[in-house]
């Protein structure tokens, strides 16, 4: 066999990318090009390719893990495009003649072999806190076998595959040693073993050994149940913790009942057919719901009322409705409004029309905006934080990026421009054109549009005297740019006209404080009225 590893690819130096879906399974032949994963991040989804055809011989990675550029998703034997129809038939004559079928289902032979999984390296003298199965269990693959603990962390031993429990070599309190035996299980496949398989059954009768890797939990307090903000601060190993991602449960809100308040999968059905039957609403009183819950949406047949068309949303724009929900439920929103005279800087910004075309770009009033947020975050560091996932403690940054929302064929984006406080006007009409063509022609990766702290969103000439924008999480602000309009405003001894920018400021009412929005608010309209104080 020449098995090749695929790994991610060049993804735009993004980290912790979430795999959403895999889209083969072991046994599957894949050909080149063909889509094998699909991962998500904040802001976009990527359906990764095999660069290779062949068969998968196994899954690196699980939905819900976490990787990076490099990291490894499947295994493929490059062979079998070769050599797959002479394996079927050996296959076909093998299984006839090994006599280990466990059922017979016409056209499928299940065939049984009992697999050992070892204490895994790494946990050399680890105590066994807890067994989480017993002898005649079914398990599937994934599923918790044993928890073990250092006094630096515990350890979850998943099952390799599914089976059925054979026998258990350790009890809780035991001592591990690196490579010992943990269980045996029963496994069943369909098809025939392989010629190798068959020769090793006939030279040895010891079951085929498994090193399974530990899925790493820290170590908490165990003696009472641990209360936090986040799922992370609770007990449960990564099997646990990712069957509650899939049902959306806050492990905060479970109380363990096994050893030491561990939170097992029972625990969380339990807590889901708790919630299911508290916010249980009879038929009688639709739209109603109890306790926090809030209701759905009635479906309506549209049809009724004239001729539709049903159309699928892009990924982009289901990623951003889901943001937008998230952030709007999540975050105090509070918005301010005012308007900025722009009536200096826009005859600066005209008079700067003839340099531009030598230089090759169009000076808008974005990059002045840009400048004068960039200087307003200096100004009022308030603003240029993120609450940290404890609940406890703020993030305070020391660089200045900020997204720019642009409207793009496959939806709304929000590229990031890094380090605006340290870069000249010239260059942020240069790089805010470069940007909005790599929005519009879809070439934006996901590193463009992470690590933002501050977001603009303009109407520009679309219209509008202002609107309430949505905080983009984990930002705790955002200013919407509505049109401009000429109007009167008194100078002291008369109206005189003047060009006024109508302006937004929604922030996180948990990070800012009217205070903090009042002074950033004040800065910002000085120095856009009047842009030579970006000099001091």
């Known amino acids: 066999m020449t098995q090749q590893i695929i790994s991610v690819p060049d993804i735009g130096g993004a980290e912790g990318v979430e795999v959403i879906e895999i889209s083969v399974a072991v046994g599957d032949m894949i050909e080149a090009d063909q889509g094998m994963v699909v991962l998500e991040t904040d802001k976009a989804s990527m359906d990764i390719p095999c660069p290779v055809e062949g068969m998968v011989t196994a899954l690196k990675v699980s939905v819900g893990d976490k990787v990076a550029e490099g990291d490894a998703l499947i295994e493929v034997d490059t062979e079998m495009v070769d050599n797959k129809d002479a394996t079927a038939e050996t296959d076909v004559a093998e299984s006839e003649?090994?006599?280990?079928?466990?059922?017979?289902?016409?056209?499928?032979?299940?065939?049984?072999?009992?697999?050992?999984?070892?204490?895994?390296?790494?946990?050399?003298?680890?105590?066994?806190?807890?067994?989480?199965?017993?002898?005649?269990?079914?398990?599937?693959?994934?599923?918790?076998?044993?928890?073990?603990?250092?006094?630096?962390?515990?350890?979850?031993?998943?099952?390799?595959?599914?089976?059925?429990?054979?026998?258990?070599?350790?009890?809780?309190?035991?001592?591990?040693?690196?490579?010992?035996?943990?269980?045996?299980?029963?496994?069943?496949?369909?098809?025939?073993?392989?010629?190798?398989?068959?020769?090793?059954?006939?030279?040895?009768?010891?079951?085929?050994?498994?090193?399974?890797?530990?899925?790493?939990?820290?170590?908490?307090?165990?003696?009472?149940?641990?209360?936090?903000?986040?799922?992370?601060?609770?007990?449960?190993?990564?099997?646990?913790?990712?069957?509650?991602?899939?049902?959306?449960v806050d492990l905060t809100q479970i109380t363990g009942s096994s050893d030491r308040g561990r939170i097992s999968k029972a625990d969380v059905k339990a807590y889901v057919k708790q919630m299911m039957n508290r916010h249980h609403v009879p038929s009688e009183t639709p739209g109603v719901t109890a306790g926090s819950g809030i209701p759905a949406i009635p479906e309506v047949d549209f049809s009724q009322f004239g001729d539709i068309e049903l159309l699928s949303m892009s990924k982009v724009k289901k990623l951003t409705a889901a943001n937008m929900s998230r952030n709007w439920l999540n975050i105090p929103h509070v918005t301010q409004f005012d308007e900025a005279d722009i009536t200096d800087l826009e005859a600066f910004r005209k008079s700067l029309k003839a340099e531009a075309e030598q230089r090759g770009v169009k000076i808008t009033p974005l990059p002045f905006l840009l400048k004068a947020c960039a200087a307003a975050l200096v100004a009022e560091p308030s603003f240029n934080v993120s609450m940290h996932c404890d609940g406890e403690h703020i993030v305070q940054r020391k660089y200045v990026n900020i997204g720019v929302a642009v409207d793009s064929p496959i939806g709304l984006v929000v590229p990031v421009i890094r380090d605006v406080d340290k870069k000249g006007l010239w260059e942020l009409a240069a790089e805010f054109m470069t940007m909005v063509a790599r929005a519009r022609d879809s070439k934006l990766g996901p590193k463009d549009m992470q690590g933002g702290c501050f977001t603009i969103s303009s109407l520009g000439a679309m219209g509008g005297q202002g609107f309430t924008p949505i905080v983009n999480a984990p930002e705790v602000a955002i200013l919407g740019v509505s049109k401009a309009e000429i109007k009167p405003q008194w100078n002291g001894s008369e109206f005189v006209p003047r060009n006024m920018l109508p302006l937004s400021l929604s922030y996180d009412h948990r990070a800012i404080n009217g205070g903090d929005a009042g002074r950033f608010f004040s800065y910002l309209n000085r120095v856009i009225g009047d842009v030579r104080r970006l000099l001091l």
Do not use: C
């Not at 105590?127 to 693959?141: H, L, Q, Y």
């Not at 496994?187 to 010629?195: F, H, L, Q």
């Open 97 to 248: 003649s090994k006599p280990v079928a466990h059922a017979e289902v016409p056209g499928v032979t299940l065939v049984s072999e009992d697999v050992t999984v070892l204490v895994p390296e790494g946990a050399e003298g680890a105590e066994v806190i807890e067994v989480s199965v017993a002898v005649g269990d079914r398990v599937e693959e994934g599923d918790s076998l044993v928890v073990l603990e250092t006094d630096k962390a515990s350890m979850e031993v998943p099952a390799p595959q599914a089976g059925k429990v054979v026998s258990i070599a350790l009890g809780q309190g035991d001592k591990t040693v690196t490579g010992g035996e943990i269980l045996v299980l029963s496994v069943e496949s369909s098809g025939s073993p392989s010629a190798e398989r068959i020769a090793a059954d006939k030279s040895q009768s010891t079951a085929p050994v498994i090193p399974v890797a530990p899925q790493l939990a820290p170590a908490q307090d165990h003696n009472a149940i641990v209360k936090a903000s986040q799922s992370e601060d609770v007990y449960a190993g990564p099997a646990v913790r990712k069957f509650a991602r899939e049902m959306a």
